[in-house]
């Protein structure tokens, strides 16, 4: 069974401190790992896919990582917008399944 | 503009009834989920659909039923058999979950409440 585990649950950074969130993961074969941004009441917006280990991808102050068993979001200089939910998901190579982890609740203070 | 709706935003539901939230994506997706979400928690898979007239049961059917009559429709009937269905309910779709890491897309949710 997949599993999907985030750390740390919430996070509180000053602006401009920069961070790492982290995914941890177990699947029997990895087809593709997610990252979503969930503001309060709203459904998740797509960040970024990775697909094998060595892959980042970065979009403005985020930058994702993948190795074998985990993934980083690696935050630089946060700003107070980026305050959200960030969700790690994993699909698996089998099957349609999509088994998201937790969710790291990241608050950054102006 | 292409995308996925919920709908209501909001819903109430007295104890012993059952209601049904709508889910429509005209993106033209093969496959369609329902996650639940509890207040600090992330999504709990439902059920799910690859294909039109097909679905499976996810990590917490129990109480819950669903139908794809068509490729585009995905409603979610919570019966009064779920005992704590108050919850926010979220759709989502992909393209095709065969293809190496395509995304899913999701709605805005549905917010519901047992009163």
């Known amino acids: 069974e997949d599993q999907v585990t985030q750390s740390p649950e919430a996070l509180r950074l000053q602006e401009g401190e920069s961070s790492s969130l982290n995914c941890s993961y177990t699947?029997?074969?990895?087809?593709?790992l997610f990252w979503y941004r969930q503001d309060p009441g709203k459904g998740p917006e797509f960040l970024f896919t990775?697909?094998?280990a060595g892959e980042e991808k970065e979009k403005e102050r985020l930058k994702a990582t993948l190795t074998k068993k985990e993934s980083f979001l690696h935050i630089t200089a946060p700003k107070p917008e980026d305050s959200a939910t960030y969700l790690c998901?994993?699909?698996?190579?089998?099957?349609?399944?999509?088994?998201f982890g937790e969710g790291t609740q990241l608050t950054v203070n102006p | 503009d292409g995308g996925i709706t919920q709908s209501p935003k909001y819903l109430f539901r007295k104890e012993g009834q059952n209601v049904t939230l709508s889910c429509e994506q005209n993106?033209?997706?093969?496959?369609m989920y329902w996650y639940r979400q509890d207040p600090g928690q992330g999504l709990r898979l439902i059920y799910y659909?690859?294909?039109?007239?097909?679905?499976q049961k996810g990590d917490i059917a129990e109480g819950y039923s669903v139908s794809r009559e068509k490729k585009e429709s995905f409603p979610l009937t919570v019966t009064s058999a779920q005992k704590n269905p108050t919850a926010f309910y979220l759709c989502?779709?992909?393209?095709?979950?065969?293809?190496?890491?395509?995304?899913?897309?999701f709605g805005q949710g549905t917010r519901l409440t047992v009163v």
């Open positions: 998901a994993v699909q698996e190579t089998s099957g349609s399944r999509l088994t």
């Open positions: 699947v029997s074969g990895l087809r593709g």
């Open positions: 990775l697909y094998s």
């Open positions: 993106l033209n997706h093969d496959a």
């Open positions: 659909s690859q294909i039109v007239n097909d679905f």
């Open positions: 989502a779709s992909i393209k095709d979950p065969r293809l190496l890491g395509t995304e899913a897309f």
